[in-house]
């Protein structure tokens, strides 16, 4: 009996070591490949140069990545939200949309310029609503979606004109639109000929 009990305790001494061994393999190869998996490259698709965005524009004056996503509408293939590589110009993002239609007056925009985040491009842009052909636009009384007819002019431009208007009064010159937020002397140059003060 002796000799069945040592038996028996060796055995059992060998089974639990098998089990402790095999525990221990089990989990460093369970940290093996989690290890290998956690520095294996993703795979992520390249965003392509324009893409036509889905939603609407962001509030912030950088698109994520920093891109830029523009309004183009007007005399357009296929007016849209659209988002740009940074440094696009006003080109640029006339032939994202499809570029321009055969009655599209191009004249009116300057092509060269740099675009904002969250501007919008009106090609060939229609008469603000209540206005006679050729009239000029009141920034002083204008509404944001008249302000938006402006080439360059967006929603949010629209918005700050509207703000900058409400906080510190009417704009005595057309020169004092320098002092909202996001107009600089290419957009001011862009509208100018279109509006007045007064």
């Known amino acids: 009996m002796e000799r069945w009990t040592r038996r028996w305790t060796a055995h059992a001494a060998l089974s639990r070591r098998a089990v402790l061994a095999l525990t221990v393999l089990g989990l460093l190869a369970v940290g093996a490949t989690l290890m290998a998996l956690r520095d294996r490259p993703q795979t992520i698709e390249p965003d392509t140069a324009v893409q036509a965005a889905t939603g609407p524009a962001p509030e912030s004056s950088t698109a994520p990545g920093g891109d830029v996503i523009v309004h183009v509408s007007g005399d357009v293939a296929e007016p849209g939200l659209y988002t740009l590589e940074p440094g696009s110009r006003v080109s640029d993002a006339v032939e994202a949309a499809g570029g321009p239609l055969p009655e599209a007056d191009l004249d009116r925009l300057n092509l060269a310029r740099p675009l904002t985040d969250g501007e919008q491009i009106v090609v060939g842009p229609p008469d603000p609503e209540g ?33 900058h208007r409400e906080e510190h009064g009417p704009f005595v010159q057309i020169e004092d639109l320098r002092d909202v937020s996001k107009i600089g002397d290419s957009v001011l140059a862009d509208i100018t000929p279109l509006i007045t003060v007064g």
Do not use: R, W
């Open 131 to 163: 206005t006679a052909a050729g009239s000029l636009v009141n920034v002083n009384q204008a509404d944001a979606a008249t302000l938006e007819t402006l080439p360059g002019i967006g929603e949010v431009i629209a918005a700050n004109i509207i703000a």
